[in-house]
């Protein structure tokens, strides 16, 4: 099946800085996700982009399907930042199948 | 909307009880997802459904594990019996149409401790 692996495993940044969190996928995708999880274990979706680049606020997101990899932007960084990003993907076979890679666990320093 | 709805959020059971997690997806949506968390496998599919039909099953563990989709409304997971290998924190997630492809929501999960 579908690999996805996330780098870097772990993150810690000042406040205010930013960073880059990468997502590569072994095979074609229907769907990509970048989800959020809070230090509360709430899972929130941040970003559906099986291709192009969307932004959100402080957030945004760039996939290129064609090369396989997903990146997360996150500029300026705050402390309710911090958790564990998780990239999703629904590859093009074996139906709706969603493989989750092991996640960015990020901590922004006061 | 309310959002994905689950209960319980903590549920506590000795080894060989039965457990029963239940899931109330967001109107509208048409497809309904099982995942278990744990610190070893990470976030695991365990199933899903489309219009209340099980499409991929691949994903539970074993047959002491079952899930139930009665209406558009409501959803069951249940292992009988538990064992403590099943302690994780269960989510349901529901997305709208389009095949699947689009984005999902998930509800806040239920912690299952099996001692």
């Known amino acids: 099946g579908i690999q996805v692996e996330q780098s870097p495993p772990d993150l810690i940044l000042q406040e205010g800085a930013n960073s880059t969190l990468r997502c590569n996928f072994s095979?074609?995708?229907?769907?990509l996700q970048w989800f959020h999880q809070n230090p509360w274990g709430q899972l929130i979706n941040l970003f559906y982009i099986p291709s192009g680049t969307k932004q959100n606020g402080r957030l945004s997101a760039t996939t290129v399907a064609t090369e396989r990899y997903s990146l997360l932007y996150i500029s300026s960084s705050q402390t309710t930042d911090s958790g564990v990003y998780f990239c999703a993907v629904v590859g093009t076979t074996g139906g709706f199948k969603t493989i989750f890679g092991a996640g960015t666990r990020l901590f922004v320093k006061a | 909307d309310a959002g994905v709805i689950q209960s319980p959020r903590h549920e506590v059971t000795e080894m060989g009880q039965e457990v029963t997690l239940r899931c109330k997806p967001i109107s509208g949506h048409d497809y309904l997802f099982w995942y278990r968390q744990t610190m070893m496998r990470g976030l695991e599919l365990l199933i899903y459904?489309?219009?209340?039909?099980?499409?991929?099953d691949s994903g539970m563990p074993e047959d002491r594990f079952s899930a139930k989709m009665p209406n558009a409304s409501f959803s069951t997971l249940k292992i009988q019996p538990s064992e403590p290998r099943d302690s994780a924190v269960y989510f349901c997630?529901?997305?709208?149409?389009?095949?699947?492809?689009?984005?999902?929501?998930f509800g806040p999960g239920t912690r299952l401790t099996v001692l």
């Open positions: 095979d074609s995708v229907n769907n």
């Open positions: 459904f489309n219009n209340n039909v099980p499409i991929d």
């Open positions: 997630a529901s997305s709208e149409l389009a095949l699947g492809t689009d984005t999902q929501y």
